[in-house]
């Protein structure tokens, strides 16, 4: 098949659109849909739950993902157990820069609290999982430490017994932090933020206080060395985190 002059630069056209959509289509297969905080904001049941599907699909395409799955798929041996608050903006996986399936054993909830079902999840992580690491892991701003602060400060009634399960865990702590530093009436802003950091320091102190008493197999094995244990805080604003022994 032979073309004339006049038809060598539609054919070209042709060729330059067909690449353009060819490109397009890849590009939208393969780009992560990231959607800011604000869009997050407005976004309805349907539109999450497509933006996750999309996601799991994306996840299930990534070659990485695959010998992941097969290499954990019957056993797993995660470095770490992690217990840590469900705030969106403090993932386990993301701080720690561990994306891969197998890699953490993570057990979350509002205010990294501590109850039996909570320990009993830590203590299948060391019990059946030999993971040779515990993290306590809390973070600054946490909304679950500023709801059992407040309801301490300022008497709030919380309505839902299951929100006010979590806040009479916390509170003694948040108690014992106001009583220490000896505050007046007036609380200004300042110093209800100090309340809140010192709280969730306090609250990360106590979890692994309970931990290691309350738990006969984890503190047997932290006496004869074959776990550590440890708290971290994590700082929203620097994405690091301070270490508490
Ligand atoms: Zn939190």
């Not at 990534?62 to 097969?70: H, I, V």
């Not at 892991?137 to 299951?162: F, M, P």
């Not at 200004?188 to 102190?205: D, G, L, P, R």
């Amino acid at each position: 098949m032979t073309y004339t002059y006049s038809q060598i630069p539609w054919l070209l056209c042709l060729i330059l659109i067909a690449l353009v959509f060819y490109l397009y289509l890849r590009l939208s297969q393969n780009t992560p849909v990231i959607k800011t905080n604000k869009l997050r904001k407005n976004m309805s049941a349907q539109e999450a739950l497509d933006m996750l599907l999309q996601g799991n699909n994306e996840y299930i395409q990534s070659g990485t993902s695959e010998f992941d799955r097969k290499s954990v798929a019957h056993s797993q041996h995660p470095c770490a157990i992690i217990l840590s608050c469900s705030d969106s903006r403090v993932s386990p996986e993301l701080i720690f820069n561990q994306l891969h399936v197998g890699n953490l054993f993570i057990v979350r909830n509002a205010g990294n609290i501590l109850d039996e079902m909570v320990l009993g999840s830590i203590e299948y992580g060391v019990k059946h999982l030999a993971s040779p690491l515990i993290i306590v892991l809390g973070h600054d701003r946490c909304e679950a430490i500023k709801a059992t602060v407040e309801s301490v400060l300022e008497n709030q009634i919380e309505c839902s017994s299951h929100i006010k399960h979590i806040i009479n865990i916390m509170k003694p702590t948040a108690q014992d932090i106001i009583d220490d530093m000896k505050i007046g009436t007036e609380i200004s802003v300042e110093t209800k933020n100090e309340i809140i950091k010192k709280t969730a320091f306090a609250n990360i102190h106590r979890v692994m206080s309970k931990i290691s008493q309350n738990s006969v197999i984890i503190s047997q094995a932290l006496q004869e060395n074959k776990i550590k244990l440890v708290g971290a805080y994590y700082d929203l604003d620097h994405g690091n985190l301070r270490f508490i022994d």
